[in-house]
């Protein structure tokens, strides 16, 4: 029974959370907007870039259809940059309201917090996935599926960054502002992972920093399951680095959240701004 009324409770908690940040997304209609525009302009930017430098020059840097390599980046990047900067901020949100001891000490705990925090991110993130794809598919993108291997690689990534996530929260228990994890992940993402040009391009040193981030194994294989329909064993290098990242930033990650948050309560700095 005690069990039971547990599972509801976070049901409830869950479906509130995801109300809460709905309505209050839409409520800024003028910010939807120029969120939507923020998501698809990139696309544009890249594609005359692309159509200016040439099919001659891209092909030399080893890119078959730039069209096709830089929509996929484009649309599954945010999942990391995004989502990690999402849970910091929401954190920072709470601690401005003073009341982020309410949901950390509630049923759900610390983890719960984590998330909830993250789902949210994940749901807008998917939204602006599938907007970027369309915008592409519109330009002349085909994509050649294959809905196992695609959905395999996106959930690894998803846990990946929640591991990283999590790690950020800590940071932004502690410190307050200035957290390293979410500025290096929402810069340097579309730089060092191929979002928009390969990694092979980069100078050796960056190159080899490029395969530390879940985010270059994950686009590379995105890549083939999306637009040559490649099958779970033709990527399963890339699905076993991604469970690596898995094994190692989710525990990581919250063991890092509760030591801050143990730390922040001991020190009575829990909800300090």
Known sequence: MERLKLRNWLSMAMVFIYLRGFK??????TQVMLTVL?????????????????QHVVS???????????????????????VITTISQRLRNEQL??????????????????????????LLNTINAVVILSVGYALGV?????????????????VSTFGLASLSGAFTMIIKQGNPVSFFFSTFTTLMSGT???VTVLPLALRYMSY????????????????MDASIFSIWNIVAALLIFDVILVPLGIFSFRMAFRHAREKGTLAEY
């Open 196 to 198: 928009v040009f390969p």
């Open 212 to 227: 530390a981030l879940p985010l270059t194994w994950a686009l590379n294989g995105l890549r083939e399951s999306m637009l």
């Open 97 to 122: 309201y003073g009341t982020i001891e309410y949901y950390v000490i509630s049923k759900a705990g610390v983890t719960g917090f984590l998330t909830y925090s993250a789902l949210w991110g994940f």
């Open 38 to 54: 923020s998501w698809t302009l990139p696309v544009f930017t890249y594609y005359f870039v692309g159509t200016s430098l040439g």
């Open 60 to 82: 030399a840097v080893g890119v078959h259809d730039y069209t096709q390599f830089f929509v996929i980046g484009l649309a599954f990047q945010g999942y990391m940059s995004s």
């Open 142 to 158: 085909r994509y050649d599926v294959n809905f196992v291997s695609t959905g395999l690689v996106l959930v690894t990534l998803i």
């Open 24 to 29: 209050v997304w839409i409520s800024y209609k």
